[in-house]
């Protein structure tokens, strides 16, 4: 089983200029690795919804690479993303889509995810069309393996299979001393878009 802020840092040490959409469980441990422009909150509203939200930004910046960081709940919430993104015409070559599988509701309390024994992201996500699809359990392998799945052409699918862990809500005025989760969403938005309009 891996630890989440153990694969985090291993996304870090690969990422130059990437977009990275963070959401729930992922937003306030990304954020103590990483303060780059180019970092993005997808919480505080539409819960479920970053990656399409990374979709859009992907097609739109067809030049950037945009970095998904996922949760299993939230991607639950919005499997037919899934299927809009293999669905066409020219799927993001530039998409990279992590889900980072500890089977609960992190941030709301650690309810179960409903699924049964032989639930499988995998299948899923090779169901839905994707041809890069990933899974991981052992740090050293994904250690090794990440490099070359990081530059190979998307859209790809990473399923990272973490321990339970206890983080809090990643609300926007929850105190948090990181600077994408001291501005509301619209802020965040248009500081991303500056960003992107500036490179």
């Known amino acids: 089983m891996l630890i989440k802020e153990e694969c985090l840092q291993l996304i870090a040490s690969q990422r130059t200029d990437e977009i990275v959409i963070a959401t729930m469980g992922m937003s306030v441990p990304w954020a103590k690795i990483s303060t780059h422009p180019l970092d993005y909150a997808s919480v505080g509203s539409a819960m479920g919804h970053a990656a399409d939200f990374a979709l859009g930004i992907a097609l739109a910046k067809p030049d950037k690479k945009v970095v998904v960081l996922n949760g299993d709940g939230s991607m639950l919430m919005c499997l037919g993303t899934l299927a809009t993104i293999t669905s066409l015409a020219k799927p993001p070559a530039n998409y990279l889509l992590f889900v980072c599988d500890n089977g609960t509701y992190e941030v709301t309390g650690n309810q179960p995810v409903p699924r049964n024994a032989d639930f499988s992201w995998v ?77």
């Not at 699809?133 to 393996?145: A, G, K, N, P, S």
């Not at 070359?148 to 105190?175: S, T």
């Open 123 to 199: 299948t899923i996500a090779k169901g839905t069309g994707f041809e890069q699809v990933y899974e991981f359990d052992d740090i050293d392998i994904l250690e090794t393996d990440l490099p070359k799945i990081w530059n190979e052409p998307g859209p790809v699918f990473v399923n990272l299979r973490i321990a339970q862990a206890h983080e809090p809500p990643p609300d926007r005025w929850g105190g948090f001393p990181y600077p994408y989760l001291q501005e509301s969403l619209a802020t965040s938005t248009h500081k991303l878009r500056k960003a992107l309009e500036e490179q």
